[in-house]
Each structure stands twice: as structure tokens, then as C-alpha cells.
Nanobody, 123 residues
Framework: VQLQASGGGLVQPGGSLRLSCVAR????????IGWFRQSTREEREIVAC???????????SYAGSVRGRFTISRDGDDNSAYLQMNNLKPEDADVYYCAAVRYGWCKRRMDHWGKGTLVTVSS
């Protein structure tokens, strides 16, 4: 069982990045998926969360600081999830993690975590 996040990199303020999260060994469609970030922050921040495909309407939620700029999505065929990040700001720079939980909504204790991918926002 593994989650693998990728897509981080260096981008200028106002630029965009798309993070990917691929699941191996389990069906990601049955899980609620979240993107988190933490490096210099004291606590891991939930950036975005999207419901499982099982009996849900695909609802999503976002941290106030990214709402309107970031979009979380999932692809059942690829067993993947994504985080499209637009209009990036220097304060978005961080290590981003994807995670999955079988029951309930995104929370600090998720069932599976991927390794982080570094996002740097700098001119």
C-alpha cells in the first residue's frame, strides 16, 4: 500500500503547478483524499480534501488561504488524485503531502500518507 506524490518544483509568484498523487495497492476511489502541507509551519495544514467516489457527490473543501486558487480532483481510471495550484504566492511554498482515509473526512490522522513533494515559490 503506497501513495506517491510528485509535481513539486520551483515556480515564480503568480505561476502554476499541478501535483499528482498515485495510489498503489489499494483503490483510491474508495477513500477520501487530502492534500496537506507542512515544513516550517507548526502544524500540518489541510490544504484541500475531496470525498471518495463511493456514494458521494465528489464534494471538496479548501483552506481559506487557497480557496479560489487551488483545485483538488481525482481520476478513478488512473487511481490518482491531483492538486492544481494557480496564482501561487510565496507563502504557498512548503512540502506538500497527499493522504487518504477510508472513512470520514480529512483529518490529522489519515490511513495512508505519501512522501512529500517540495513546492518553492520565488522570483
Amino acid at each position: 500500500v503506497q501513495l506517491q506524490a510528485s509535481g513539486g518544483g520551483l515556480v515564480q509568484p503568480g505561476g502554476s503547478l499541478r501535483l499528482s498523487c498515485v495510489a498503489r495497492g489499494f483503490f483510491l476511489s474508495r477513500y477520501t483524499i487530502g492534500w496537506f502541507r507542512q515544513s516550517t509551519r507548526e502544524e500540518r495544514e489541510i490544504v484541500a480534501c475531496i470525498a471518495s467516489n463511493t456514494g458521494s457527490d465528489g464534494s471538496a473543501s479548501y483552506a481559506g488561504s487557497v480557496r479560489g486558487r487551488f483545485t483538488i480532483s481525482r481520476d478513478g481510471d488512473d487511481n490518482s488524485a491531483y492538486l492544481q495550484m494557480n496564482n501561487l504566492k510565496p507563502e504557498d511554498a512548503d512540502v506538500y503531502y497527499c493522504a487518504a482515509v477510508r472513512y470520514g473526512w480529512c483529518k490529522r490522522r489519515m490511513d495512508h500518507w505519501g512522501k512529500g513533494t517540495l513546492v518553492t515559490v520565488s522570483s
